[in-house]
């Protein structure tokens, strides 16, 4: 177990990450998989169980049973949760995207 | 104690027959007096009945409600008004910052200190809005990276000259004085005074502007030959979000500063589709449905760390073990309720039993997955004393824990 410093770039985890496990809809985790990293939003209480997007089953864990057992999936079989398209942005460097189409 | 009594008597009748009755008239706000609420109820009081709080005092409370308002609103624009003025040469944008702690004068580069890092950004172009009070350490660390601010609460005000700053205050003052007898204009982004910013700098709106916060979510640029066209001026905003459900709130925040963020609106650059589904989905007319464009997450670091492979990145950081698969955690750390309390928050929905639970299962993880190592990046500082740490965490971060141990 390693503890990053808490003002380390967020990049700079996300990649060193195989694989990414973050509270629900947290920002990390929708770069990473932008990026080809697996992730997962785990929700231990069930915070997202009303979301409107049924597809976010496929990254979304709610309970310990839940979480182990997809990470065995994917210790196991190489099965890598990933977001429904929707949640997947297009481009790799939105900073120099950002750039372009705003400043 | 009567008055308390009768004020929770009709506002529970009131409450009841509101469910029922489509007729009741609705009372002028949460506080309306209780001859106000008795109206409302068209209530048939017997001639016996005495009231402790008379029409008078309800007359007085009324008064009263409107009149802070303005009083608020005349101070903000005295404080706009006699500000001394600055130049605004060079400055192409607005940037609205969060808080002073969040200023980009920190290694970690937070706000748009990424940007000025990659040398994506000149400081000296960005006009940066910072609310709370800032130190005069912070001060000296912003400018000694060049970095142009103002306070919040100023607006734009202090780049407007004296005559633009009367024009402005008339212009605020009689929306406020209208809100005062009209009540129809009654609302935090019109009477609190701040419309002496509304009108914004000529000179700072003739570029695109650009008004991020720490977080981000939906970005947005207005049209450049919409609302303000025939003056020749540029609308762009962006905002900053991390709860969709806040977005409303930043755009009222938005309108002290001039910006008309809704009408007109182009195009809208988001994160994900998803939140461009969210803000389209209730606007139906063709019109107000602007061109959603996807950005990706834009989080303060340098994006192009991803394009190495996690072994590669892993390997400069110093992180060896190829066996090892790693997993990385990010978290949010609630704050504690006493600085929820002391700041005046509601609860977040990442409650401490969610943060807990979350740690809990990820120490299970561990347990059960010995080839697997887990980083830690956590959102906050541990050791501020204002955000809850769950006991999970401390286990896994104790330097004597077997995990730590175990690297």
């Keep these: 177990m390693v503890f990053l410093p808490t003002d380390a770039d967020p990049y700079l985890a996300l990649a060193m990450a195989d694989l990414c496990v973050g509270m629900p809809f947290t920002s990390p985790l929708l770069a990473g998989w932008a990026n080809g990293r697996g992730g997962i939003y785990h929700a231990p209480l069930r915070l997202a169980r009303y979301s409107a997007l049924t597809e976010l089953a496929l990254c979304l864990t709610q309970s310990r049973e839940e979480l182990l057992a997809r990470l065995e999936g994917w210790s196991h079989r190489g099965e890598a949760p990933h977001a429904p398209s929707e949640f997947i942005a297009p481009h790799l460097d939105p900073a120099q995207e950002l750039i372009q189409l705003v400043l | ?407």
């Excluded at chain 2, 912070?138 to 103002?150: D, G, N, P, Y």
């Excluded at chain 2, 910006?259 to 606007?283: K, Q």
């Excluded at chain 2, 600085?339 to 990442?350: A, E, K, N, V």
């Design chain 2, 1 to 407: 104690m009567c008055k308390e009594y009768e004020q929770t008597y009709f506002f529970m009748l009131l409450a009841d027959r509101w469910a029922t009755h489509h007729d009741v008239e609705r009372p002028t706000g949460g506080g309306a007096p209780v001859m106000g609420w008795a109206a409302a109820l068209r209530l048939p009081l017997p001639p016996s009945t005495r009231l402790h709080q008379s029409a008078f005092h309800g007359l007085i409370d009324r008064f009263w409600q409107r009149l802070q308002p303005l009083i608020y609103a005349a101070r903000e624009a005295a404080v706009n008004v006699l500000s001394p003025r600055r130049s605004a040469d060079g400055i192409k944008r607005l940037w609205m910052g969060n808080q002073a702690s969040e200023a980009p004068t920190r290694r970690h580069q937070a706000d748009f200190g990424f940007l000025i890092a990659r040398g994506l950004l000149d400081p000296k172009e960005n006009l940066y809005f910072l609310g709370g009070k800032v130190s005069a350490e912070a001060s000296a660390k912003l400018a000694e990276r060049t970095i142009r601010w103002s306070p919040e609460n100023l607006g734009a005000s202090p780049y407007l000259s004296y005559g633009e700053r009367l024009a402005a205050f008339l212009k605020g003052a009689w929306i406020s004085v209208a809100a005062f007898f009209t009540k129809r204009l009654h609302g935090p982004g019109v009477s609190s005074g701040r419309a002496i910013g509304a009108v914004g700098d000529p000179r700072a709106q003739a570029a695109p502007q650009v008004m991020p916060d720490d977080n981000q979510l939906l970005l947005a640029r207005a049209p450049r030959h919409g609302r303000h066209g025939r003056r020749g001026r540029a609308h762009g905003h962006l905002v900053y979000q991390r709860q969709q459900l806040q977005v409303r709130g930043e755009l009222q925040r938005l309108s002290r500063f001039g910006c008309r963020f809704e009408h007109g609106l182009v195009v809208l650059i988001v994160w994900n589709r998803a939140v461009a589904d969210l803000y389209m989905a209730p606007r139906q007319v063709e019109a107000a449905r602007p061109k959603p464009l996807v950005a990706g997450p834009l989080m303060c670091g340098d994006s192009r760390r991803l394009s190495k492979k996690p072994e590669e990145a892993r390997r400069e950081f110093g992180l060896e073990g190829p066996s090892m698969r790693t997993v990385v955690a990010f978290d949010v750390l609630p704050q504690t309720r006493a600085t929820r309390l002391r700041i005046g928050m509601g609860p977040s929905p990442y409650t401490p039993e969610a943060i807990e639970a979350f740690y809990g299962d990820l120490r299970a993880a561990l347990d059960r997955f010995p080839d697997m190592r887990l980083l830690l990046k956590s959102k906050r500082t541990l050791a501020t004393g204002v955000l809850y740490i769950p006991q999970a965490l401390r286990d896994l971060t104790d330097p004597t824990s077997a995990y730590v141990l175990q690297g």
